[in-house]
């Protein structure tokens, strides 16, 4: 049997450890936000549910954007978890090309689509 020397070291045992993100309590917090917040637009005053209406369709997408926002919170900061882990990385100058070419199909298509 092979010993192998390696140097000891006295270290403290809390040392470099977070306490653990209670999870259990967020991911409830995130599912009721998930799952809830169509419950939103239904109180009276805040959407009329028409489409053809400029101000609800603003609500609508304020509020999706509201709990995006709050699920990305929770996900990033409560929870601790690093972006990478949920497929979110940094723009790179590739990733440039193909936003501009994006928007030009986008204003493209939104024409093609106002004059059909």
Known sequence: MQS???TMAAVDPRAG?????????????GLAIAFGWP???FIPG????????I???TVNIGVKWLVVAGLSLIAFRAQRR????LGVRGVRWRDVPAVVAGVIIGIVLSGVAQTA
């Open 17 to 29: 450890i977070q306490e653990p993100a209670p999870t259990k309590r967020f991911a409830l917090i």
């Open 46 to 53: 805040v959407s009329g549910h028409n489409i053809t209406n």
């Open 4 to 6: 192998t020397f390696e």
């Open 55 to 57: 101000r609800d369709g």
């Open 39 to 41: 419950l939103i637009l």
């Open 82 to 85: 690093p972006l990478s882990e």
